[in-house]
């Protein structure tokens, strides 16, 4: 990344960007997830492949600390999650589903909440703030759409207007739930080309995705999630059949969900 949103980036201490240490994660009596355990080094994208209810959502939010587990331990840089949010070093992109769109934001002002870390009590942006925003609406292709109501946005706009926040708070790890689901190709392409060029940056991305055929191009190594970690390697080692019929559910004989299925 150049200009001022690389400027942003906060100096890292050394070792993994981050680690995730036997968590489990009780919803009521039901088991979200296993003692998950996983260790992301720094510049690498991860892709989280597993079928709905497998737990992906529910690792993101205890990695970023929104929930709390029933045991384990998650270290981000190697602060704890609201140490990483504090400092501003972790940044999420949720799922549609997780916004109120009818929250009367504009596309610029969701960008610059990535600038909060840096501007104090006071909210009061700064030249650099603002140089940061603009750049960052600029890399997603929304600049034009920088007053627009949020919520008047298509799938694929709020999608890259959430990479856009994380862009401008320059953070060393971010994550993605789902962002590629709903959206345009257009929007697919520059979403993948940025994650690409922030893990060149330096930054780590874990990102949730069902598009199985584009995991290979997005990823370096990937991760099969069934409540527990089945399988933590490359995208072709996470797309043999016999390993993703394990993370589906299914036998690979009969092709129908097996006992550990939703």
Request: aromatic share 4%; glycine share 12%.
């Amino acid at each position: 990344m150049s200009g001022p949103a690389t400027s942003a980036r906060r100096p890292s201490t050394d070792g993994p960007a981050l680690e995730v240490r036997g968590i489990t994660v009780h919803y009521g009596d039901v088991l979200a997830l296993d003692d998950v355990s996983l260790t992301l080094d720094r510049g690498t994208i991860c892709g989280l492949v597993g079928m709905n209810g497998s737990g992906k959502s529910t690792l993101f939010k205890a990695i970023m600390g929104n929930i709390r587990p029933d045991r384990g331990t998650v270290s981000i840089g190697g602060r704890s999650p609201r140490q990483a949010r504090r400092a501003g070093i972790v940044g999420y992109v949720p799922q549609s589903e997780e916004v109120d769109w009818s929250f009367p934001l504009s596309v610029h002002d969701v960008v610059m909440m990535g600038r909060y870390g840096f501007q104090g009590f006071t909210r009061r942006p700064r030249r650099a703030d603002r140089e940061a925003v603009a750049e960052a609406l600029d890399r997603v292709e929304l600049a034009d759409l920088a007053d627009r109501r949020i919520g008047a946005l298509s799938g694929g706009q709020r999608k890259r207007a959430f990479v856009a926040r994380g862009l401008a708070q320059g953070a060393d790890l971010l994550l993605l739930d789902e962002p590629f689901a709903g959206v345009d190709k257009r929007s697919e392409a520059t979403i993948t080309d940025l994650l690409r060029e922030l893990a060149d940056g330096g930054a780590t991305v874990l990102v949730s995705s069902h598009d199985l055929e584009a995991l290979p191009r997005l990823a370096d190594e990937a991760i099969l999630l069934l409540r527990r970690v089945l399988l933590h390697g490359t995208p072709e080692e996470a797309l043999r059949p016999e390993q993703l019929a394990r993370a589906f559910g299914l036998d690979l004989a009969s092709g129908r969900p097996t006992d550990g299925g939703d």
